[in-house]
């Protein structure tokens, strides 16, 4: 920690923190404390709250292709556009034939206006790193094989950290106030996931600033790390070479279809009377192409109304859906096929309660989440899947 200060910034929340400690902060005192203390640069930390993460299995003989497996199996996932994120991500050795990669995701917009805000200051940010890596590498390295929860306690949000067989497990809430619901809710879930009979000692923590001693081997240990200065003004230069190149194949365009626009004139001004014993057969490629267009037209219309009897067959349970979900719950999209629930996704104050209740119906079984639960602005965003019930055993 000496000559370091770090700026720890989340949803509601900043922390500064140097060799005196760390204490809460507004901009307005964060402002005056650079100034004070005369920082030409800093590192950022972001709390958990406002990073998503998730931990992927991948067989090592796929190393080459880690961001686009990520990009594929994580940010496709998420409520927002891959434009629309920053991330990083640090492996690890599982066994001789896979590797785990631990994926750390934060909204580009809020890196973005943390960035304007040191700019406007003349304060270089040096790197931008997640809390989550900190106390993952932190406790990678404590954890000793044993079945323990780690949940470290802030003023805000509880991060919760869980290793298994040398694989990583990450939650997050806001619920503060209900600590030991939560701590029962994360040992259920991670029970039922690794399928683990056993009993899970739960460790209590502070963000403590034993963590920041571990800000530059997680540095070192994030691969692909667009938190930092660089990758973010590196990111806004591929932006503008983007748009560059966009106008030079517009201007290219245009100069083409200008040239090919004269040539064809001079070409049917020349060749008029060969262009006119041509029509015949492109009439009747026209009436041909008419013909399987109608064709195709009824055949749609065909599978509309397949459709239409196949969604209506799902009424009842469309319906179970709406008089189970707690109150206040947003339904985004609802999928079925076959016998399926193939998709149930939403946000709502709790996911696990909008678990509990559709468990209790008859009319479907098998429930479980897809990935993991995102909090997001008080709601927790969620995706589910199960089978429907047999109606002989309803």
Same mark, same amino acid.
């Given at each position: 920690?000496?000559?370091?200060?770090?700026?720890?910034?989340?949803?509601?929340?900043?922390?500064?923190?140097?060799?005196?400690?760390?204490?809460?902060?507004?901009?307005?005192?964060?402002?005056?404390?650079?100034?004070?203390?005369?920082?030409?640069?800093?590192?950022?930390?972001?709390?958990?709250?406002?990073?998503?993460?998730?931990?992927?299995?991948?067989?090592?003989?796929?190393?080459?292709?880690?961001?686009?497996?990520?990009?594929?199996?994580?940010?496709?996932?998420?409520?927002?556009?891959?434009?629309?994120?920053?991330?990083?991500?640090?492996?690890?050795?599982?066994?001789?034939?896979?590797?785990?990669?631990?994926?750390?995701?934060?909204?580009?917009?809020?890196?973005?206006?943390?960035?304007?805000?040191?700019?406007?200051?003349?304060?270089?940010?040096?790197?931008?790193?997640?809390?989550?890596?900190?106390?993952?590498?932190?406790?990678?390295?404590?954890?000793?094989?044993?079945?323990?929860?780690?949940?470290?306690?802030?003023?805000?949000?509880?991060?919760?950290?869980?290793?298994?067989?040398?694989?990583?497990?990450?939650?997050?809430?806001?619920?503060?106030?209900?600590?030991?619901?939560?701590?029962?809710?994360?040992?259920?879930?991670?029970?039922?996931?690794?399928?683990?009979?056993?009993?899970?000692?739960?460790?209590?923590?502070?963000?403590?600033?034993?963590?920041?001693?571990?800000?530059?081997?997680?540095?070192?240990?994030?691969?692909?790390?667009?938190?930092?200065?660089?990758?973010?003004?590196?990111?806004?230069?591929?932006?503008?070479?983007?748009?560059?190149?966009?106008?030079?194949?517009?201007?290219?365009?245009?100069?083409?279809?200008?040239?090919?626009?004269?040539?064809?004139?001079?070409? *049917? &001004? =020349?060749? #008029?009377?060969? /262009?006119? %014993?041509? $029509?015949?057969?492109?009439?009747?490629?026209?009436?041909? !192409?008419? +013909?399987?267009?109608?064709?195709?037209?009824?055949?749609?219309?065909?599978?509309?109304?397949?459709?239409?009897?196949?969604?209506?067959? *799902? &009424? =009842?349970? #469309?319906?179970? /859906?709406? %008089?189970? $979900?707690?109150?206040?719950?947003?339904?985004?999209?609802? !999928?079925? +096929?076959?016998?399926?629930?193939?998709?149930?996704?939403?946000?709502?104050?709790?996911?696990?309660?909008?678990?509990?209740?559709?468990?209790?119906? =008859?009319?479907?079984?098998?429930?479980?989440?897809?990935?993991?639960?995102?909090?997001?602005?008080?709601?927790?965003?969620? +995706?589910?899947?199960?089978?429907?019930?047999?109606?002989?055993?309803?």
């Amino acid at each position: 920690m000496k000559n370091k200060a770090f700026i720890e910034i989340g949803k509601d929340n900043i922390r500064v923190i140097n060799k005196e400690g760390a204490k809460q902060a507004s901009w307005n005192e964060v402002s005056k404390w650079i100034f004070k203390n005369n920082y030409q640069e800093i590192d950022i930390i972001i709390s958990p709250e406002k990073v998503f993460v998730k931990s992927l299995e991948l067989p090592s003989k796929l190393s080459g292709k880690i961001e686009n497996l990520i990009k594929l199996k994580v940010i496709n996932e998420l409520p927002l556009k891959e434009k629309d994120v920053y991330y990083t991500y640090s492996t690890r050795k599982i066994n001789k034939k896979n590797i785990e990669v631990a994926v750390f995701i934060i909204e580009k917009a809020f890196i973005d206006n943390i960035n304007s805000f040191f700019e406007e200051r003349n304060v270089k940010i040096k790197s931008i790193l997640p809390l989550n890596l900190l106390g993952y590498n932190y406790y990678l390295n404590n954890y000793n094989n044993k079945l323990r929860l780690y949940a470290d306690v802030a003023e805000k949000y509880i991060q919760f950290y869980f290793f298994y067989e040398k694989k990583a497990f990450f939650r997050k809430s806001i619920r503060i106030d209900e600590y030991e619901l939560e701590c029962k809710k994360t040992i259920k879930y991670i029970k039922e996931k690794f399928g683990i009979e056993k009993n899970i000692e739960i460790i209590k923590g502070n963000i403590d600033i034993k963590y920041y001693k571990y800000f530059d081997i997680s540095k070192k240990k994030s691969e692909n790390s667009i938190f930092n200065t660089k990758g973010v003004e590196s990111v806004k230069k591929k932006e503008l070479k983007k748009i560059y190149v966009l106008i030079f194949i517009m201007i290219i365009i245009n100069i083409l279809t200008f040239s090919l626009k004269i040539y064809k004139k001079k070409l *049917y &001004l =020349k060749e #008029i009377t060969k /262009i006119n %014993d041509s $029509l015949q057969p492109i009439v009747k490629n026209i009436e041909t !192409i008419k +013909k399987e267009y109608n064709e195709k037209l009824v055949k749609e219309e065909k599978f509309k109304n397949k459709l239409k009897d196949k969604s209506s067959s *799902y &009424l =009842k349970w #469309i319906k179970e /859906i709406g %008089d189970k $979900l707690p109150k206040g719950t947003v339904i985004d999209q609802v !999928i079925f +096929k076959d016998n399926r629930l193939a998709l149930l996704s939403g946000k709502a104050v709790s996911a696990t309660e909008v678990m509990r209740k559709m468990e209790k119906s =008859k009319k479907f079984k098998n429930l479980k989440f897809i990935g993991s639960i995102v909090s997001s602005r008080g709601q927790e965003l969620f +995706k589910i899947e199960g089978d429907l019930a047999d109606e002989k055993t309803e």
